[in-house]
């Protein structure tokens, strides 16, 4: 099984790094890239984690860029985590990441609804400058019965058509393709069935995007083929991973419950060996 879509306590997942490789060997994956939301601060972990279990372990991200005000989500592979170009746009992605998440607390706040702004950033480390974010904001209003599930929070409060909405200041696709490929990464539109908007992909194939995440927990056996054939068209690799969180309310319930095919991933090898970038 190839999974390049996982998520730990780095980020919004709810298995640290170590339980997350442990439980990625359990399910039989042999190739593994954790791609935590705007951070790298896992992949020491699993990288470690990975030369234990002897499962071959890619570096990941996923970015979050916009366009027309809706996200849109970039998986940078092969990345070189300890560059200080990717160091340095992670922590401005985090600092309006949390400048997000206050403003939205504020206006829960007019709406009634109080939170615990403390217990939010500290259950999650970011006094110490760790990650934050929306799904940490629902999981808070859970907690406090505000809401049953953290799919009521986004509903009411935290989407783009929720009573909270803040807008992200994030960068442009092609800012963050050309970012991924500084840092000597490729970069693969993540869950473009979910994205919704196939008509901005060929200007991201055009900026530079090497492949699309066609295999996705999403994605119907018909809208896979979609995506590949897109792919072939426009000159793409594919990827695919699972998405897995750890979470029983999100997503599958254990890594490789979509997995790449091999063919597929060693294609994008050859385009990350081969200087594509």
């Known amino acids: 099984m190839i999974d390049l879509h996982v998520h730990t306590t780095a980020s919004d997942g709810r298995s640290s790094p170590e339980q ?16 935590d939301h705007d951070t790298t601060a896992g992949l020491d972990q699993v990288a470690a984690g990975c030369a234990e279990a002897g499962i071959e372990w890619v570096p ?35 600092t309006d ?41 629902a999981r808070a209003l859970v907690r ?32 963050v393709i050309a970012l991924i490929h500084r840092v000597g990464g490729l970069a693969s539109l993540a869950h473009p069935g979910h994205m919704g908007h196939d008509e901005w992909i060929p200007s991201m194939a055009a900026a530079g995007l090497d492949a699309l995440e066609a295999y996705y927990p999403e994605h119907s056996p018909q809208i896979t083929t979609h995506y590949c054939i897109l792919a072939e068209r426009l000159g793409l690799s594919l990827s695919g991973g699972s998405d897995y ?26 385009r990350a060996i081969g200087g594509r970038c």
């Not at 799919?151 to 994030?170: C, D, I, M, N, Q």
């Open 144 to 175: 406090q019965q505000v809401v049953r599930s953290t799919r009521e929070a986004f509903e009411k409060y935290l989407s783009t058509t929720g009573a909270a909405w803040v807008p992200r200041r994030a960068p442009s696709p092609a800012d």
């Open 60 to 94: 990941g991200v996923e970015i979050t860029s916009t366009h027309d005000e809706a996200d849109v989500h970039l998986l940078g592979y092969f990345v070189d985590c300890r560059s200080p170009v990717l160091t340095a746009f992670l922590e401005r992605q985090a």
């Open 245 to 270: 969180h750890g979470d029983p309310a999100y997503g599958p319930a254990r890594p490789g419950s979509v997995s790449l095919p091999t063919e597929a991933f060693e294609d994008l090898k050859r």
């Open 20 to 35: 997350l490789v442990h439980v990625a060997r359990q399910a039989g994956v042999h190739v593994l890239a954790v791609t």
């Open 97 to 137: 990441r949390l400048r997000r998440i206050r403003e939205m607390i504020e206006k829960l706040e007019t709406l009634g609804v109080r939170v615990d702004a403390d217990a939010v950033f500290e259950d999650h480390g970011i006094q110490a400058g760790g990650w934050i974010g929306r799904p940490l904001l």
